[in-house]
Structures are given as structure tokens and as C-alpha cells.
């Protein structure tokens, strides 16, 4: 940790940066001042960002001997009370998902920032959305839920990363934000808002270790070995994941006004979406596209809202078939088709307009 700066570097309006750069950045504006992490492509920038800015700030890097270690001095510096963050990419988050299990177990806030890349495996280095399974059910042992945000933009990526903050603090939880190559990779021009948006007030950490003038020590635990006390634990915890799933739904819409046809992305693959959108509507073909911007909770009831007046849904993925799992969950007995590709193969604007148009002639 290097010694403190006398005043903040000052950041320009309009500025141009990675997306993993710009997700480094808007974590020291939500006051991250902790960062453990491991390297693993195609997130080294992020590691190497946050390295630079920590010590620029007074913060504290450290660069940990694994990703099992990275994730435990995360739980360390939150314990205190610490804006704590880490981040990895796909095999790198396998090694952190006990961990994680550890934080939701003992309501500790963290920001956990994975950009996926393809697997199983060491898989490659190409851009995946193939954790959506492991971030949207737990991905570690036991009954438990992690708030999941999914970027499209690097400014996107910026404002997600903010409310990621402020929604771990809040819920007393840790939070994902699910990126991928190409988001952490490509460089857009982008700005730095002054807070995330988050409406809800805050409370003060009065649950951190240590002894204060107001209250005795406080314990952080995960252990509950009296009969029925984990069980009760369990079910406090699931009431607070009710409440998340009701009040923290996100998604995006794009050209859906008359849409008879609506193709369901996130992420990167969402932007692709949108140029498919484009040249379908080119072609008189009423499409649509439905972004989800919470992948847990999944915002089922804007997808609802809007499934009356359609005919066919479309999935894209850089999967073989995750998310659409919770489309078919969403809208049960509603005409339903799929297109992924995995291990780094990414659908095209091209291929899938000719996959929803092969759909809809059979259709016919």
C-alpha cells in the first residue's frame, strides 16, 4: 500500500477506456478502497488497474497467491467494514465459489466481478457466457443467491459496478457483476457518473468486527450448530432474497412497439441482437429485442408484460443453452427457440436474422 495522495486525481468529462479499465475506475468512485485478486486473461487489465489507482488512493492491492486466497481477503476487509472487491474470469471463479458461499452465509457485502471466458475447462481465452448457471443458482454449497448484473457497454459496465457496490452494502450480500471478453476487452468513450442511482438509504455498519463506544464485539459467522438455528438462519435469508427478487428486476428494451417477434440477449451478445433487430425491421419483419440487465433476479415480470402481443421468442446465447432456461421458467407454454454457440463462438447479427427468419417460413 503506498502512502495516501493529498487530493483525489480528478478524472476528465468524456474519457476513453477497456471495459475493464472503466470497471476498475468506477469501483474506486463507489470507494473501494480493497482489492485482492489473482491473475487470469481477459481480465488482467482490471488487476493491473486496480494496482496502479489503490495505491494512488490509499487503498489497499494485493496481488494473492490464488483465487481461493483472493477471495478470502475479501471476506477479511469486508468483515471491518470495507467496500471489498475482486475479480476474476471463468476458471478463476470455480476456485472463488466457496468463498462466496462463505460471504452470503455470514451476509457480507462484496463486489465480485467475473468476465467469462470460454470453458469448461481452461477452455480458452475467447469471450463465453457460459457461467450463467454458476452466477444466477449460488455456484457455491447451500441455499443462497447472489444479485447478478449484466453489462452491454463499457458506461453500462461503469454504472453496474457502482450499483453493485451500493446493492452489497444495502442487502448485506455479495454481488456479481457478469461481463465477458468482449466487454472487458473492447475500449469505448465513456463518463464517470458522481453515484450509482441507487435510491435506498444506506444504514451505518453497526454488524463490522470489533468493539466500539456504542456496542460490544460483534460476531461474523456461518457456523449455526444448535438444532434448528441454521434452519432458522436459512429462512431470514430467504425472505431477503424475496425481497431482492421483488425489488431489484432490470431489463431493456429495444424497437419492441408492435414487435411480433422478440429475441431475448445480454450482454455483448445483446448489442449484436440489436443490429439483427435492425436489419430484420429493414426487412419488415416486426422483431424486438428484451435485454436482461439482472440475470438473478431475472426480470420476468417486463418479459411478461410484453409476451401477450408476441408470436415467437427468440434466445441468443454464448452458451449452448443457459439462460434460456429462465425465458422458458418466464413464459411457460410460449413458443420458444434457441441459438448458441460456445467455447468463444459468437452468434452473428447475419446468422441470427437467418435464424429467425427460418423459424418463422417454417412457421408458415
Known amino acids: 500500500m503506498g502512502p495516501k495522495t493529498k487530493a483525489k486525481s480528478k478524472m476528465p468529462d468524456k474519457i476513453l477506456m477497456t471495459g475493464n479499465e472503466a470497471m476498475g475506475e468506477a469501483a474506486i468512485q463507489a470507494g473501494c478502497r480493497f482489492y485482492a485478486g489473482y491473475p487470469i486473461t481477459p481480465q488482467n487489465e482490471l488487476t493491473a488497474?486496480?494496482?496502479?489507482?489503490?495505491?494512488?488512493?490509499?487503498?489497499?492491492?494485493?496481488?494473492?497467491?490464488?483465487?481461493?486466497?483472493?477471495?478470502?481477503?475479501?471476506?477479511?476487509?469486508?468483515?471491518?467494514?470495507?467496500?471489498?472487491?475482486?475479480?476474476?474470469?471463468?476458471?478463476?471463479?470455480?476456485?472463488?465459489?466457496?468463498?462466496?458461499?462463505?460471504?452470503?452465509?455470514?451476509?457480507?457485502?462484496?463486489?465480485?466481478i467475473n468476465v467469462m471466458r470460454g470453458?469448461?475447462?481452461?477452455?480458452?481465452?475467447?469471450?463465453?457466457?457460459?457461467?450463467?448457471?454458476?452466477?444466477?443458482?449460488?455456484?457455491g454449497h447451500g441455499d443462497y443467491f447472489t444479485p447478478v448484473l449484466a453489462p452491454f457497454s463499457v458506461e453500462e459496465a461503469v454504472h453496474l459496478t457502482m450499483l453493485a457496490f451500493d446493492l452489497a452494502d444495502y442487502y448485506r450480500t455479495p454481488v456479481l457483476v457478469l461481463a465477458d471478453a468482449i466487454i472487458g476487452q473492447m475500449m469505448e468513450a465513456m463518463?464517470?457518473?458522481?453515484?450509482?442511482?441507487?435510491?435506498?438509504?444506506?444504514?451505518?455498519?453497526?454488524?463490522?468486527?470489533?468493539r466500539t463506544q456504542k456496542r460490544s464485539s460483534s460476531i461474523v459467522r456461518?457456523?449455526?450448530l444448535k438444532e434448528g438455528a441454521l434452519e432458522e438462519h436459512n429462512e431470514r435469508l430467504r425472505k431477503k432474497w424475496e425481497r431482492i427478487r421483488r425489488a431489484e428486476q432490470r431489463s431493456a428494451l429495444y424497437r419492441t412497439e408492435g414487435a411480433k417477434y422478440i429475441i431475448i440477449s445480454y450482454g455483448s451478445q445483446a448489442r449484436i441482437a440489436t443490429v439483427a433487430v435492425d436489419i430484420l425491421r429493414n426487412q419488415n419483419v416486426k422483431a424486438g429485442l428484451f435485454r436482461p440487465i439482472t440475470l438473478w433476479p431475472y426480470p420476468e415480470r417486463s418479459l411478461v408484460g410484453i409476451a401477450d402481443k408476441i408470436?415467437?421468442?427468440?434466445?441468443?446465447?454464448?452458451?449452448?443453452?443457459?439462460?434460456?432456461?429462465?425465458?422458458?421458467?418466464?413464459?411457460?407454454?410460449?413458443?420458444?427457440?434457441?441459438?448458441?454457440?460456445?467455447?468463444?463462438?459468437?452468434?452473428?447479427?447475419?446468422?441470427?436474422?437467418?435464424?429467425?427468419?427460418?423459424k418463422i417460413a417454417r412457421k408458415r
Open 49 to 112: 488497474y486496480m494496482a496502479r489507482r489503490l495505491n494512488q488512493e490509499g487503498g489497499v492491492f494485493i496481488q494473492a497467491e490464488s483465487e481461493l486466497a483472493a477471495i478470502n481477503m475479501v471476506f477479511g476487509a469486508s468483515c471491518v467494514g470495507s467496500r471489498a472487491m475482486t475479480s476474476s474470469s471463468s476458471p478463476g471463479m470455480s476456485l472463488k465459489q466457496e468463498g462466496i458461499s462463505y460471504l452470503a452465509g455470514c451476509e457480507l457485502p462484496a463486489v465480485i
Open 191 to 210: 463518463s464517470l457518473p458522481s453515484k450509482s442511482g441507487f435510491k435506498k438509504k444506506i444504514l451505518p455498519k453497526n454488524w463490522t468486527l470489533g
Open 311 to 358: 408470436d415467437m421468442v427468440f434466445v441468443v446465447e454464448q452458451s449452448l443453452g443457459q439462460m434460456v432456461e429462465d425465458v422458458r421458467l418466464s413464459l411457460p407454454g410460449k413458443k420458444i427457440s434457441f441459438l448458441g454457440r460456445a467455447g468463444g463462438g459468437v452468434p452473428t447479427a447475419k446468422e441470427i436474422v437467418r435464424f429467425v427468419k427460418s
Open 119 to 139: 470453458g469448461p475447462g481452461l477452455g480458452n481465452i475467447a469471450s463465453s457466457q457460459a457461467d450463467y448457471f454458476q452466477a444466477t443458482r449460488g455456484g
Open 222 to 224: 456461518s457456523l449455526f
